[in-house]
């Protein structure tokens, strides 16, 4: 099986229960999703979705007509194989002792992170950047003990001119 | 002049052509049930229980092709409706849902007779509303009419809350609807309909598969076209029976679990399957893997996501199945398959599925060959679930669409009797049959009442065999005859025929069959009739749950009991 992770950029009717139209229709057709950030697109009454999805080619083929069918989103697309920004955000509550704090500090700058808050016990992190740089930074921070974490989840835009999921064709 | 909600609602079902209302009140609807009147050329049809409104809403445009309507109060109301909507929504079967709501400021607080019925019914309509507003009112219901209806038709819900039905604005009903994320496909696309027409002129063996969608589109002329100008056998999905005659030299009856022998051997041998406006349900395809081994497949359906969903699809067209035909035929030429044709036939010779074996005792098959034979084929036959179901489309032959009425793809047991009704009011000229199983029937018996009231004359067979038939078929089959939960000790129906105000008969022999029956249909009003069949009769032929197509079961009563699809190969024809 290709299995293979995919990011769908959705538009969609900024609607009272859009959010439970898609949520439902992943769990009744047993789609997984992986991330889904949702938020107001350049358009007044559209909000724009991103959803990360992973499966076998034919299961992301039906999770996107199956998206489609739906009266309120208006476009979707597969950006997974083109030029894309994205990112996402977290926020990493980490365990910092008068030893620690140090060497916590420095691995956040070479990430380009901020501390955006501190503690006696602990440091609060924030990291933008795409998934696998959030992937990177938590691991190394697990060591000294992660008390708490959040991701945003993904959002993308295509690069250059071209754009994904407008409301014109 | 400013209208309330209750009128607004009223005034735009007129616009929409709304004749028949199938509707329980209840206290959230009252606004609109006190406006009732002012509109009386809205019928409305005071059901029993809301299950069977919307059961009757969809009987109704099954057998009109119109959008059925149903309405039903808050809570508990709306949920009664829910099978009935469901049942809708597997079937495409055109609707709109009407439900109260508690008043706006009551909304999420668990308010008497609430339920979120928006949240509810996501899965299970095309789309749906909740008016906060009266101003959207007549926008709701345009679009919903409209969604109802065109692409792949299906139920849409609108909830609409108390005091919007109270609350008074200004009534303009919008000409055009303005859905910038619902855009159908109509037209196939052209390179996809020329591979189509150059894989049929290809074929040696092909095979039109049939479905509902060919009646939906009303494409039963360019389907018949596209089958004579070809000479392409037919065979029908059950919900496709009626798009293609049945008594039609190319008809070859139905595939499935309990599909014409013959026409599972059509498809297990075809080279070409070209399938349209059906969806590849598994009670149709058997085994998925060995479905129609040696063929490709072309796929004409107007929903996207059906492509490739169940079966793999080599040339699929996305379009309506009229549009589709119409370009299709222009580009297929005339040819002959005599061979392929009377392979079939002979195979037809030799697994006689329709042949009712001997017997002394009321077979259930009998009964159904009799009604189609006293009514001439001239008749509405609504269906229950179940064997009832499965003799009702094989020993009754369907020349036009619209004449099978059953629940394929839910498969609801009670629909029978309320879509029965809906199919008499919508069609109030035609005889309609109602042909019912002792379970079924008790599912939704009180809708009898809702007849007698309402004096819609359908005439009701019960087949009466004490058991859930179909489900102890099964047990007689895979669970070594234990027959768990299905003997059923059922009421005196002519009693309960009688209680309910219409005549009621009991047949338990072959020779009072024909008379009961011409008794019936001679009768003005509904007439019900008890018929005491052979208890422990099976449908054949069948296929087994998990089985191919090709191996079918006929009946053991009848040589030869099991056969396997006789194996063509590519050189034979």
Known sequence: ?169 | MKLTGAQILCEALLKEGVEVIFGFPGGVVLPLYDTLPQYSQLRHILVRHEQGAAHAADGYSRATGKVGVCLATSGPGATNLVTGIANAYLDSSPMVAITGQVARPFIGKDGFQEVDITGITVPITKHNYLVLDVNDLARVVKESFYLARTGRPGPVLIDIPKDVFIEQTDFRYPEKVDLPGYKPTIEGHPTQIKKAAKAISESKRPVILAGRGIILSDACEELKELAETSQMPVVTTLLGIGCFPESHVLSFGMIGMHGMAYANFAVSNADLIIAIGMRFDDRATGKVSAFAPKARIIHIDIDPAEIGKNVRVDMPIVGDAKHVLRELNKLVGRRLHVEWVKQLDTWREEHPSVTIRESENLLPQFVVRKIYEVTGGEAIVVTGVGQNQMWSAQHFWYDKPGKLISSGGLGTMGFELPAAMGAKVGCPDETVWCIAGDGGIQMTIQELATIVQENIAVKIAIINNGYLGMVRQWQDLFYQKRYVATPLSGPDFVKIAEAYGLPGLRVKTRREVVPALKKAMAYKGAFLIDFQVEPEENVYPMVPPGAGLAEVIEDPQKKPARSSAPDLTASSI
């Open chain 1, 1 to 169: 099986m290709d299995f293979q992770k995919h990011t769908l950029v959705v538009l969609v009717a900024d609607k009272p229960g859009i959010l439970n139209r898609v949520a439902s229709l992943f769990r009744r057709r047993g789609f997984n999703i992986d991330s889904i950030a949702v938020g107001h697109a350049e358009q007044p009454n559209l909000s724009r979705m991103t959803i990360v999805v992973g499966g076998a080619e034919g299961t992301v083929e039906q999770v996107r007509k199956q998206l489609a069918k739906l009266v309120d989103v208006v476009r979707i697309s597969d950006i997974t194989n083109e030029p894309v920004v994205t990112r996402e955000l977290a926020l990493i509550k980490v365990k910092a002792t008068a030893a620690s704090r140090n060497e916590i500090i420095q691995i956040v700058d070479i990430f380009r992170a901020n501390i955006v808050d501190v503690a006696a016990d602990s440091l609060t992190v924030e990291v933008t950047g795409d998934g696998e740089k959030l992937d990177s930074l938590i691991n190394l921070l697990r060591g000294f003990g992660i008390k708490e974490l959040s991701r945003t989840g993904c959002i993308a835009l295509t690069r250059g001119t071209t754009s994904s999921a407008t409301a014109e064709e």
